[in-house]
């Protein structure tokens, strides 16, 4: 079981930053990529950043060039960096974790998310 907990939302103005983490904890086994989404109310789940093992990353074409996200492997922690948020931005973010097991037939994955912290960018 690897549980996900994500810290850092909150309320900024247009043009502000933010920093969100996520911790993974419990029996964890190999992560092989985490991530973030995030949900505006009344619209889709959508990905914003995600981040291997090795450090590729990809990011939604809205954000790019605005957020930065990372990863410490050894802290079991990936970060999203937001920089000049706008209210378009606002959204529950949530960290999303794709845990891989090896078994002797093969790989078992599973996905694991947080709960989700809130991002408000508003005047």
């Known amino acids: 079981q690897v549980q996900l907990v994500e810290s850092g939302g909150g309320l900024v103005q247009p043009g502000g930053s933010l920093r969100l983490s996520c911790a993974a904890s419990?029996?964890?086994?190999?992560?092989?990529?985490m991530g973030w989404y995030r949900q505006a109310p009344g619209k889709e789940r959508e990905l914003v950043a995600a981040v291997t093992s090795s450090g590729s990353a990809n990011y939604a074409d809205s954000v790019k060039g605005r957020f930065t996200i990372s990863r410490d492997n050894a802290k079991n922690t990936v970060y999203l960096q937001m920089h000049s948020l706008k209210p378009e931005d606002t959204a529950v973010y949530y960290c999303?974790?794709?845990?891989?097991?090896?078994?002797?037939?093969?790989?078992?994955?599973?996905?694991?998310w947080g709960q989700g912290t809130q991002v408000a960018v508003s005047s």
């Open positions: 999303h974790a794709h845990v891989t097991l090896p078994l002797s037939i093969g790989t078992f994955s599973y996905d694991s």
């Open positions: 419990g029996s964890i086994v190999s992560i092989n990529g």
